[in-house]
């Protein structure tokens, strides 16, 4: 399994977890330049997901089709404010053009 990396374009850095044992969503650099309550809002997507995802693994088998559709919703939801956190914290970055070949 590769090591985690700070998803900001151009950063690179290895990503640990909190003491708690969350994945770190970015590097303390990038994750400084993230608004307080979007920061907030980030986390709790993240744990609304996860909390989904601890009943689905502790559930019925096969889990309920409700319960899939919560999780698609909770994740889609996640990966929207990932990505405006991910915006925000590149803001006045270089940009990193990529060329295909």
């Known amino acids: 399994m590769s090591e985690r990396t700070c998803p900001v374009n151009g950063c690179g850095r290895a990503l640990?977890?909190?003491?708690?044992?969350?994945?770190?969503l970015l590097c303390p650099r990038h994750w400084a330049k993230v608004p307080a309550p979007l920061q907030a809002k980030l986390w709790r997507a993240y744990r609304s997901w996860q909390r989904l995802e601890r009943q689905r693994r502790n559930g019925p088998r096969p889990p309920a089709r409700a319960l899939l559709l919560a999780i698609a919703v909770a994740i889609r939801a996640y990966l929207d404010v990932r990505d405006s956190a991910i915006r925000r914290a590149?803001?006045?970055e270089a940009r990193q053009l990529e060329v295909a070949l």
Do not use: C
């Open 16 to 24: 640990g977890t909190t003491k708690y044992g969350d994945p770190l």
């Open 90 to 92: 590149a803001q006045g």
